[in-house]
């Protein structure tokens, strides 16, 4: 388990100075309720028999916005004094919490400027300005949260607009801290461990301390997309750290630094920390929708990801613990068009699909000795295509169980004396050369594969392009819209060795997060000439 064994003391921190009494004090005192619901603690009995123990989701993403940030942001909006009030509000937001805003703007009769960044899922900006109508004027800019809440902080600076910010305000840590009073409200019986989303911490702190200070008994673990995990090496470092990138999958949680209060809380109340990665939140996505037929977003699904992953680890270390489990499900602001990326990679999440590349001889009953080594499992991809007279490569996914099927698969291949790569657990296989099987080409002379990803948005692809050195032939390119707010491109580029230093120095001007792939067991396998 990736977590957090103890917590360092606290140094003094004027500006993180909130208290749990003071928050306490907070909580009970917000006015989430003008605008807010309380939610469905709501059993999940697949998930429950499936694992042996009590399993419920806190369904946040039932409120009027379909997210918990509401409550945030009305809190902080509804203390505002008359000068603030005459003045306006901004806020910089990836979606859930510039909703918020808006409907507490319109309830509020407060005009609010909302930064949102360029990348912003289409469903999420229509909803913003349907909240707000007339209360809300929406700035687009850059490319992440960062790059908007820079912009949001120059025009409070011009304008003297009050900040209400998505995490790191007492006030809004407080009526994010309403979610753990009412489970703890709906659920006096014995609870193990409350799971929680996180990006910049707001909802994480508010939630541990409300749940620390009633019932220090109860765990609170933090769950945190891989490749956005801000507050997690925090707290293994010691003091708050700034990721160079944030991945975009889980968009909602996407922050490169966490805030100085929330950070400060998390150290003292918040027992672990989890990460997991994007297939075991596709997984956890189709799980809550088959518990409750609603499909929540990639951040909203991150608790019951980490909460299976938590079980499954207990489970494997043999130990068996008692009460409830609950899972904060915190919005439910799905792009539609990203379902089919998330269905695609829920089986894999789940462990209910198996990725190989296997080579065989190319000779007569070899391709039989292949179908009889799988038996009867039911094969979810197959490629092949001859370009060797001696071997033949096929790409296969395979439907299993659980990761012994995979293992057992493994040395059924191996009994037949077949080469094989598990490319289960492998993104590049995964994104990119399943649909690229039988690419290879003797053409292909001093070609280097690079992954790309950039902002999917009007000219995001024709810009690559254009930076192109003239002399510089693609000889490979993968692109598929998967309908999120970023793309993923493969690209094999012939670059002659004295050009490489070259290279190197348009990849880094180039402006997007790039990877080498030229030494990856699997192209090499598969496409390099």
Not at 143 to 150: D, K, L, V
Not at 176 to 199: C, D, K
Not at 327 to 348: C, P
Not at 402 to 415: C, D, K, P, V
Request: with cysteine; proline share 5%; glycine share 8%.
């Amino acid at each position: 388990m990736n977590a957090v064994s103890s917590k360092p003391p606290v140094q003094p921190d004027g500006q993180s100075s909130l208290s749990e009494e003071e928050l306490l004090r907070r909580m009970y005192a917000a006015r989430v309720y003008d605008v807010a619901r309380e939610t469905a603690l709501q059993p999940a009995p697949l998930l429950s028999a499936r694992y042996g123990r009590t399993v419920a989701l806190k369904r946040e993403d039932q409120q009027p916005v379909f997210s918990f940030k509401l409550r945030g942001a009305y809190n902080k909006m509804s203390r505002l004094d008359p000068t603030q009030r005459a003045c306006g509000v901004i806020a910089a937001s990836a979606g859930n919490h510039a909703q918020g805003v808006a409907l507490a703007a319109a309830k509020l009769g407060i005009r609010a400027v909302i930064v949102m960044p360029v990348t912003v899922p289409r469903v999420k900006l229509d909803a913003v300005r349907r909240i707000g109508g007339d209360s809300v004027e929406v700035v687009l800019c850059g490319n992440s949260y960062s790059e908007a809440q820079a912009e949001a902080l120059r025009l409070q600076y011009a304008h003297s607009y009050t900040v209400v910010h998505p995490f790191d305000d007492p006030d809004v840590i407080a009526g994010q801290a309403t979610i753990g009073l009412e489970i703890l409200r709906q659920h006096p019986g014995p609870l193990h461990a409350v799971f929680v989303p996180v990006g910049g911490g707001g909802l994480l702190a508010g939630v541990a301390a409300c749940i620390k200070s009633l019932r220090p008994e109860v765990k609170v673990i933090g769950v945190q997309a891989a490749d956005s995990d801000a507050m997690a090496r925090s707290l293994e470092t010691g003091d708050r750290v700034t990721l160079d990138e944030v991945g975009l999958f889980s968009d909602g949680t996407a922050v490169k630094q966490v805030g100085v209060r929330t950070y400060a809380l998390c150290r003292r109340h918040v027992d672990a920390m989890l990460r997991v990665d994007t297939d075991a939140i596709c997984a956890a996505i189709r799980d809550v929708f088959q518990e409750t037929r609603s499909v929540p977003e990639p951040a909203g699904a991150l608790a019951l990801a980490g909460l299976k992953q938590y079980i499954a680890e207990q489970q494997a270390a043999g130990e068996e613990g008692e009460g409830a489990m609950v899972a904060i499900v915190s919005g439910a602001n799905m792009n539609f068009d990203q379902l089919r990326f998330v269905a695609e990679r829920a089986e894999v999440g789940e462990q209910h699909e198996a990725v190989f590349a296997v080579t065989v001889p190319e000779q007569r009953g070899s391709f039989r000795r292949f179908c009889a080594t799988l038996d009867d499992r039911s094969i979810t991809e197959f490629n092949y295509r001859v370009g060797d007279a001696r071997q033949a490569h096929i790409f296969v996914g395979v439907q299993t169980a659980n990761r012994g099927e995979r293992e057992a698969l493994i040395a059924a291949f191996h009994a037949q004396d077949f080469g094989v790569l598990d490319l289960t657990d492998d993104e590049l296989a995964k994104l990119h050369l399943r649909h690229m099987v039988g690419g290879r080409s003797p053409l292909a002379q001093d070609e280097q594969l690079y992954r790309f990803e950039f902002p999917e948005r009007p000219g995001a692809l024709t810009r690559f392009l254009g930076h192109m050195h003239p002399d510089w032939n693609i000889s490979l390119f993968h692109y598929r819209n998967q309908g999120a707010d970023y793309g993923r491109i493969l690209v094999g580029i012939q670059v002659p060795p004295h050009e490489r230093e070259l290279f190197q120095r348009f990849l880094e001007t180039l402006g997007y997060p790039y990877r080498n792939e030229s030494d990856h067991s699997a192209y090499r396998l598969l496409l390099q000439g």
